[in-house]
């Protein structure tokens, strides 16, 4: 009933920017603000690793190699949670999953998307 839904994915070129939404939409907007949402990655034959991570309170953290070009954020009126990604690079190629985290500590995984990033 929580799982998050993803969409954004696709192929681009190096240098360029992509924005990945991630919408829960049977959740009540409560729910969806009292939440911790994040962005994880993983590229083919590495395991999946933190993008970002943005808290209830709405404080942000960034993975090293992604922080300045990559933006967490949330818009809760939508109950959609967005990456924007900047300055993409061929690692930054993967499947991107959306992760949700309730008050609870229940998760929820969306099922993922291809980014791919050509050089």
């Known amino acids: 009933q929580g799982q998050p839904v993803e969409s954004g994915g696709g192929l681009v070129q190096a240098g360029g920017s992509l924005r990945l939404s991630c919408v829960c939409p049977?959740?009540?907007?409560?729910?969806?603000?009292?939440?911790?949402w994040a962005w994880y990655r993983q590229a083919p034959g590495k395991e999946r690793e933190l993008v970002a991570i943005?808290?209830?309170?709405?404080?942000?953290n960034y993975a090293d190699s992604v922080k300045g070009r990559f933006t967490i954020s949330k818009y809760n009126a939508k109950k959609t949670t967005y990456l924007q990604m900047n300055s993409l690079k061929s690692e930054d190629t993967g499947v991107y999953y959306c992760?949700?985290?309730?008050?609870?500590?229940?998760?929820?995984w969306g099922q993922g998307t291809q980014v791919t990033v050509s050089s």
């Open positions: 992760y949700r985290q309730s008050q609870s500590g229940s998760v929820d």
């Open positions: 943005i808290t209830p309170e709405g404080n942000t």
């Open positions: 049977r959740i009540i907007l409560s729910t969806f603000t009292g939440d911790t």
